[in-house]
């Protein structure tokens, strides 16, 4: 019998095709252009925010342009152009300071068991803070009393 092959019916044909068949789409159709809705254009700003009416109304609107002193041909030699650099600059003051690279936080995965996350979750949330501020926390003072150890032993 370990030469003879079994008789299914299917041929390599066969099977190839069965995996490629499609099941029907749940999505509804749109009348007017025959895609689905979800793979329809967005048209627009979607986001609740810009039809508010502070992101729509315009900064200067309102303006008394007539009250607007001119500038004198005087005033107007005294501008220049400002470099990329000198833009650069002139917008750090604005906003939030950027960290330098050595000081961001980087992103890493750390595998915890589940009973011991929820146990940091709960401490937290009783501590009044987010769990992984906490679990920094926690993680800075086993180092810090790592470190005076150590020192203690050294002397």
Known sequence: MSGMKRKTGKTKSNIGLASRKRKPSSKTRSPSSGRT???????????PRAHSPEQTKSPWAGYDWETMPLISPEQGKTFRRVTRAEHEHFKQGRGRPKKDEADKAKPITLRI???LLLWVKQVASNEGLPWQTYLKLLVKKGLEAGLAKAATERD
């Open 113 to 115: 068991e589940p009973s």
């Open 37 to 47: 809705k979800t793979a329809q254009k967005k048209r627009g700003k979607s986001s």
